[in-house]
């Protein structure tokens, strides 16, 4: 892709390799020329990174703000959303985005894997709520987790958001009681957390990443997976499965970031401008999670499409997480697991 430089007319490649690579560090994409940022006389080009395409959500979100900011900025930032173009892993995105080579990103639904803090929010069904997730992460919790991300990875959240409550979907049967998961290969997310929630409940937990799963599922490697409702489209897994079953296993927690040394490049008002405007796209990306969340509108997106959707009784499945999956967690936790389980 051709970016024009903001200081001549000759155009500064920015390809795959030289995004991946890292070389010019944070001098590189601090208006990939030499002058400060804010003293060009165009816009800083700020790319906003993400995995999955539109119209998954959280690049809905990211579209929305990226939109927005340029907008609302007057000439002084020219954000770019760039969906599974220049960066196609959630590794990747994050890596660059440490490095300064795009401005801002998303870890999508690896965020745990990448940022092992985010673990707790994902243990099978400690989280109960939309409400409950809301008001920690956009309070206290969310602000230490916030200094945590800058003091250790050279990060800062812009904004959480959720990719919502994770439910199984399988080609063989749906899941009515955890007993129907034994035996069953359920890809995970390559973090532990993943795999202890799938194996806790009885199933067999197959880590791989998201452009695996697909051809592994074609392929009779895995029986299923899991995703929320919202994404079941976008990423094209009702190709690949005949069953949904709603069982709200995980939350999935996960936050779009920004490069500190950009971030601290800006003026205060400039600072402002971007939380307010990511606490919209929060928003955003919260009420299309939401508004489809449910075993109505699962079987209204779903059962067209050639799905069965069923809505096990949770009880069962919450007192085995409880009982094999909780405990080690607690005591990993400390202290952020007391604050969670003081909000259900």
Not at 39 to 67: C, R, Y
Not at 258 to 274: A, E, F, H, T
Not at 280 to 294: F, L, S
Not at 319 to 326: D, N, R, T
């Amino acid at each position: 892709m051709s970016i024009d430089s903001g200081n001549d007319n000759k155009p500064l490649i920015l390809t795959r390799r030289a995004v991946l690579r890292g070389a010019g560090g944070l001098a590189g994409i601090l208006a990939f020329r030499q002058a400060p940022v804010f003293a060009q006389a165009t816009a800083q080009k700020m790319i906003v990174a993400h995995m999955n395409p539109l119209p998954e959500s959280g690049s809905v979100s990211m579209d929305w703000f990226a939109k927005a900011l340029s907008e609302r900025s007057k000439g002084e930032i020219a954000a770019e959303f760039q969906g599974a173009t220049l960066l196609t892993k959630e590794i990747e995105v994050i890596n660059a985005v440490k490095s300064g080579n795009i401005a801002m990103g998303s870890p999508a639904g690896a965020a745990a894997t990448l940022f092992p803090e985010m673990g707790a929010f994902i243990v099978s069904y400690l989280i109960s709520s939309y409400n409950q997730a809301y008001s920690i992460l956009n309070g206290s919790v969310g602000d230490r987790l916030d200094k945590i991300f800058q003091e250790k990875y050279g990060i800062k959240v812009i904004y959480f958001y959720d990719y919502g409550f994770r439910h199984f979907w399988l080609n063989k049967h749906a899941i009515a009681q955890p007993k129907d998961l034994r035996g069953i290969k359920i890809r995970v997310q390559p973090s532990k957390v993943f795999a202890d929630c799938v194996n806790g409940l009885g199933g067999v937990a197959v880590p791989l990443a998201w452009s695996e799963v697909i051809t592994a599922a074609q392929q009779g490697l895995i029986d299923g997976a899991d995703l929320p409702v919202v994404n079941m489209i976008p990423l094209k897994a009702y190709e690949v499965s005949k069953y949904f079953s709603m069982t709200y296993h995980n939350y999935g927690a996960t936050l779009v970031a920004m490069n500190l040394g950009i971030w601290k490049s800006l003026r205060p008002d400039q600072q402002k401008l971007i939380l307010d405007t990511g606490r919209e796209a929060q928003g955003v990306v919260r009420k299309i999670t939401e508004d489809v969340d449910n075993l109505d509108a699962a079987k209204k997106l779903l059962e067209p499409l050639g799905m069965t959707i069923n809505a096990p009784d949770l009880g069962p499945f919450k007192a085995i997480a409880q009982q094999k999956i909780w405990p080690q967690y607690q005591k990993q936790y400390g202290a952020l697991w007391d604050e969670i389980v003081a909000t259900r």
